[in-house]
Each structure stands twice: as structure tokens, then as C-alpha cells.
T-cell receptor, first 115, second 116 residues
């Protein structure tokens, strides 16, 4: 079964600084990988996803993520953080060979942005 | 784009009563829908996978008699919390996967359930 780890519970960055949120997964093959963002009391919004192909994936709001098979990682990056990016970020993994198509979520990383 | 509507967004109910939460895919057909539960400041815990026209598949530790799931059409899944207790208070989120392969998953905006 697949699993995903987000090692950082929370991260604080200054507005305008760069950001990297870490995500490591465990799965026997190449999984489906996702990053979602959640504002307080809201549902989840998809930032980007990786199924196959180019390992550098561009998403919405200026986010990108890079799939590194050798490191079993799918870290999320943004070159310049805006105050509105403060939220909870979840990495999720799905198993292509699993007919249930369910997603397993990491524990989340809370991003705080300093003015 | 794919939109999932979840209703209600907030509900307060008395202990012992039942509450139904609806999850609708508005502009696509969803063969599979998922129900998650999220505790405060915690991640999403998958409760069950809802498949159109068949019984839901529950994750280990989730009481199927307490959390009734019905997926009667390709655009609607419902979660009914039966005989609710205060410990059932939580944030419930549904997601849907379009029938075509290779697509992502779209999430509803969630339902805040408070049992008093």
C-alpha cells in the first residue's frame, strides 16, 4: 500500500522569499502524486499533479513540483511567496495499479508567511 | 473544470439524530467518490470509497453501520451519519474522480458537523 510523509509540520517564510515543502512517498512503482492547498474551513484545491512524463510539473498560483524517483520525493516549490499563500498544504499519493483509485494524504504542512 | 458541490456546509444536530451530507459532481460523471474525515489541524482520513451502483468500500476501523454511504447515480453520493454522538463532530469532505482515466480528483468544500 502507498504512503506519504510530509516531514515539516509547519514552515514560516518571509513574503517574497522562496519556498520548498517536502513530500516523500512509499510505493513500489511510480505513483500518481498531487499537491493540494486548504484554507481554514474550506475544501481542498488542486495545485498540481504528476501522472507521468516530464518530472517538473507546473501548477496554479506559480507553484511547481519535481518528481525525483531516486529520492521518492515530490517537493513543492514557489520562487516568491505571497501573503495569500498562507494555508495548509497536503501532498497525496495514488496507486495506478489500484482499482479503487483512492488517495492517501500526508499529514500536511502549515505555511505561515511573515510580512 | 470539474466541480464538486457538497451540502450542507455546516450542520448542527442533536445527539441520537441522523444527518445526511450530499456530494454532487456538477459537470462530470463520477464513477467513484470518496469520503474523508478531517480532525482539527489534522490530515484527511479516508473513510470509504463510494462506487456508483455498488456497495461502498470502507477503510479499516470505520463503522459501516454508522456511516452509511449511498452512490445511486453517477453524480450523487450521500453520507449519512446515523445516531450521531459528539465524538462524530468533525469536518467531512468528499471528492470525486471523473469517469475518464488520467484525471485528477476534485474536492467538495466540506461539511462541518457539530453534534450537541
Amino acid at each position: 500500500a502507498q504512503s506519504v510523509t510530509q516531514p515539516d509540520i509547519h514552515i514560516t517564510v518571509s513574503e517574497g522569499a522562496s519556498l520548498e515543502l517536502r513530500c516523500n512517498y512509499s510505493y513500489g512503482a511510480t505513483p500518481y502524486l498531487f499537491w493540494y492547498v486548504q484554507s481554514p474551513g474550506q475544501g481542498l484545491q488542486l495545485l498540481l499533479k504528476y501522472f507521468s512524463g516530464d518530472t517538473l510539473v507546473q501548477g496554479i498560483k506559480g507553484f511547481e513540483a519535481e518528481f525525483k524517483r531516486s529520492q521518492s520525493s515530490f517537493n513543492l516549490r514557489k520562487p516568491s511567496v505571497h501573503w495569500s499563500d498562507a494555508a495548509e498544504y497536503f501532498c497525496a499519493v495514488g496507486a495506478p495499479g489500484d482499482s479503487s483509485y483512492k488517495l492517501i494524504f500526508g499529514s500536511g504542512t502549515r505555511l505561515l508567511v511573515r510580512p | 473544470g470539474a466541480v464538486v458541490s457538497q451540502h450542507p456546509s455546516r450542520v448542527i444536530c442533536k445527539s441520537g439524530t441522523s444527518v445526511k451530507i450530499e456530494c454532487r459532481s456538477l459537470d462530470f460523471q463520477a464513477t467513484t467518490m470518496f469520503w474523508y474525515r478531517q480532525f482539527p489541524k489534522k490530515s484527511l482520513m479516508l473513510m470509504a470509497t463510494s462506487n456508483e451502483g455498488s456497495k461502498a468500500t470502507y477503510e479499516q476501523g470505520v463503522e459501516k453501520d454508522k456511516f452509511l454511504i449511498n452512490h445511486a447515480s453517477l453524480t450523487l453520493s450521500t453520507l449519512t451519519v446515523t445516531s450521531a454522538h459528539p465524538e462524530d463532530s468533525s469536518f467531512y469532505i468528499c471528492s470525486a474522480r471523473p469517469s475518464r482515466t488520467g484525471s485528477g480528483y476534485t474536492f467538495g468544500s466540506g461539511t462541518r458537523l457539530t453534534v450537541v
